[in-house]
């Protein structure tokens, strides 16, 4: 007998293949962009399932709100008009096809030497008596402390090697009169 | 009940979506959104495995994936813009320069 998470998880998986799948197909980059979007909340839809509530709405705000709106800004620059046009693939596709379905089977026929380890202390009784985000943030601050920093500094050099890959170079554009630019004309006179 | 070998599966497949994308797609843009497919297939493993270990570590691993895809795609899409400045593509086999 079907149950109805099991009904549930099914229409997930099934929208989350299958939009996967057209996004990875789109002639279109934006209709690319907008079928993973469609595809990050049914993701969202399926951490519910897990009891991961807090990494649902995280998956919601980060991914889709920030990652996806980032993608849609560099979409703007493919001339879509050409982009419809030109040939999708590369030459070597049938290679990828091949490899991609090969690592699908192989993953998944050794799906039954898989076995769960020991158990943790945070059943679903422990969290609903502490609440999600406390148990999570209790985790987070302490145990996990030092890879937090980390990860606070690995998004600021992000951030930086971010704006300093994007600059427009000011010496190769004339009529500015910074003083990086001032700089570099006196080194060529 | 959902056993845990659906969620696996579904991952497996996911992550063979984003592996072909990567490898069979001209434009770069694609190809990144490939790897973010990639990554998403990762955190389900690991949203997975944790509730059914009843365990949180996993959802912690997984913040901090969702952090460096954020870094990931910042500084990726930077590269894209500063390659389409200087060579006027987003396609991977048009950037050749260091082919012999």
Same mark, same amino acid.
């Given at each position: 007998m079907i149950s109805l998470s099991q009904l549930l998880f099914a229409y997930l998986a099934t929208a989350i293949t299958g939009l996967a799948l057209l996004a990875v197909n789109a002639r279109n980059p934006v209709h690319s962009v907008l079928l993973v979007l469609a595809m990050f909340f049914h993701m969202a839809g399926l951490y519910l399932t897990l009891n991961a509530e807090f990494l649902a709405a995280v998956q919601i705000i =980060?991914?889709?709100?920030a990652i996806l709106v980032l993608y849609l800004f560099v979409v703007f620059l493919v001339n879509l008009k050409e982009e419809i046009r030109?040939?999708?693939? =590369?030459?070597?596709q049938h290679y990828a096809i091949l490899l991609a379905i090969g690592l699908c089977v192989l993953l998944v026929s050794n799906m039954d030497s898989f076995a769960l380890g020991i158990s943790g202390p945070w059943t679903i009784e422990a969290i609903q008596q502490t609440t999600h985000i406390k148990a999570l943030g209790r985790e987070l601050f302490t145990t996990y402390l030092l890879p937090f920093e980390i990860t606070g500094l690995i998004l600021l050099v992000a951030v930086i090697g971010g704006l300093v890959l994007a600059r427009?170079?000011?010496?190769?554009?004339?009529g500015n009169s910074d003083d990086e630019n001032a700089e570099t004309k006196g080194v060529h006179q | 009940m959902i056993p845990v070998s659906w969620y696996l599966t579904l991952a497996a497949i996911l992550f063979s979506i984003g592996v072909y994308g990567f490898l069979a797609r001209r434009n770069v843009i694609i190809m990144f959104l490939s790897i973010e497919l990639m990554l998403n297939a990762a955190n389900l493993n690991l949203v997975a495995v944790s509730h059914y270990l009843t365990d949180l570590r996993g959802q912690i691993l997984t913040f901090f994936i969702i952090a460096v895809a954020a870094a990931e795609a910042a500084i990726g899409l930077g590269i894209v813009v500063a390659l389409f400045r200087n060579k006027a593509t987003v396609y991977a086999d048009e950037i050749a320069q260091m082919k012999g």
């Amino acid at each position: 007998m079907i149950s109805l998470s099991q009904l549930l998880f099914a229409y997930l998986a099934t929208a989350i293949t299958g939009l996967a799948l057209l996004a990875v197909n789109a002639r279109n980059p934006v209709h690319s962009v907008l079928l993973v979007l469609a595809m990050f909340f049914h993701m969202a839809g399926l951490y519910l399932t897990l009891n991961a509530e807090f990494l649902a709405a995280v998956q919601i705000i =980060v991914y889709a709100g920030a990652i996806l709106v980032l993608y849609l800004f560099v979409v703007f620059l493919v001339n879509l008009k050409e982009e419809i046009r030109v040939k999708r693939f =590369v030459v070597s596709q049938h290679y990828a096809i091949l490899l991609a379905i090969g690592l699908c089977v192989l993953l998944v026929s050794n799906m039954d030497s898989f076995a769960l380890g020991i158990s943790g202390p945070w059943t679903i009784e422990a969290i609903q008596q502490t609440t999600h985000i406390k148990a999570l943030g209790r985790e987070l601050f302490t145990t996990y402390l030092l890879p937090f920093e980390i990860t606070g500094l690995i998004l600021l050099v992000a951030v930086i090697g971010g704006l300093v890959l994007a600059r427009e170079d000011k010496a190769t554009t004339k009529g500015n009169s910074d003083d990086e630019n001032a700089e570099t004309k006196g080194v060529h006179q | 009940m959902i056993p845990v070998s659906w969620y696996l599966t579904l991952a497996a497949i996911l992550f063979s979506i984003g592996v072909y994308g990567f490898l069979a797609r001209r434009n770069v843009i694609i190809m990144f959104l490939s790897i973010e497919l990639m990554l998403n297939a990762a955190n389900l493993n690991l949203v997975a495995v944790s509730h059914y270990l009843t365990d949180l570590r996993g959802q912690i691993l997984t913040f901090f994936i969702i952090a460096v895809a954020a870094a990931e795609a910042a500084i990726g899409l930077g590269i894209v813009v500063a390659l389409f400045r200087n060579k006027a593509t987003v396609y991977a086999d048009e950037i050749a320069q260091m082919k012999g």
